[in-house]
């Protein structure tokens, strides 16, 4: 059975992919612990600042992941910030709707900063997810935090759908722009894209839950105790960033 690298299919490297998951995965319970207790606009764009940057210098995505991340954020934020800031309460009133109800300067705020803090978790997840090797997840799970194999091997199978999701989107993307010469506009148009896609996707999802599924028969897994070969070593560089986000998060709490 031909084996697909994942890891491949976001980054080529950066010096987040040399920093064990355990240290990762502190940094993103940090940064969402403080995203989480921070209630200021300007603690949220401050938080979801430094997860672009990390990134940035870190993940070592392409300008094409780059522009697929952001308009995911977009896509993702622009109608939630919209949707809150109508139903939002609040005093100082903006502008009307027409219908009575009034956007207020509020609920713009408070809006922004929830919509930051749905970001934040969601760019953290997405930097932890494309820079971490799931056979470095199954060895600091099992190895280090003695977690069950096969709860281990789930969180490892989840891990490595997500650029593997990722890939088979920009694929099917391609292929329906080279059917297509000349692109229909209009919102059911791009409906329907989005629907094809879906679909696309979900196949692809239950061809690789397949697979991964009969992989595992194969191998007798859950039959008796497993040998790791693969030692996980956490390097000095990783330990100063994790006291960085936990010192980073307690500041931020206390300065609250």
Not at 25 to 54: E, K, P, R
Not at 175 to 180: D, F, G, N, S
Request: aromatic share 10%; hydrophobic share 50%; with cysteine.
């Amino acid at each position: 059975m031909k084996h697909r690298d994942t890891s491949s299919a976001w980054a080529a490297g950066g010096w987040l992919h040399r920093i064990d998951p355990l240290t990762k995965g502190i940094w993103l319970l940090s940064t969402g612990f403080a995203s989480m207790m921070t209630t200021s606009l300007a603690g949220q764009a401050v938080w979801f600042a430094s997860v672009l940057l990390i990134a940035w210098t870190g993940a070592g995505w392409s300008l094409t992941r780059w522009r697929l991340v952001l308009g995911w954020c977009a896509g993702f934020g622009l109608p939630l910030i919209w949707f809150q800031w109508l139903v939002l309460p609040g005093q100082t009133p903006l502008f009307g709707s027409g219908t009575g109800r009034w956007f207020t300067e509020e609920a713009l705020v408070l809006a922004a900063a929830l919509t930051l803090r749905a970001l934040v978790m969601f760019l953290t997840s997405i930097v932890f997810a494309t820079t971490t090797e799931p056979r470095d997840v199954v060895a600091a799970l099992v190895g280090k935090l003695r977690v069950p194999p096969k709860f281990a091997y789930a969180a490892a199978v989840a891990l490595r759908f997500v650029p593997l999701l990722t890939r088979e989107a920009e694929q099917i993307r391609r292929a329906q722009q080279l059917r297509t010469l000349t692109r229909e506009k209009g919102l059911q148009a791009r409906l329907g894209e989005v629907k094809q896609l879906s679909l696309a996707l979900v196949r692809s999802a239950l061809r690789e839950v397949q697979t991964v599924s009969t992989a595992m028969e194969a191998k007798q897994f859950g039959r008796g105790a497993r040998t790791q070969r693969r030692e996980l070593s956490i390097p000095l560089s990783g330990k100063l960033f994790a006291l960085l986000s936990c010192g980073a998060a307690i500041l931020s709490v206390w300065l609250i």
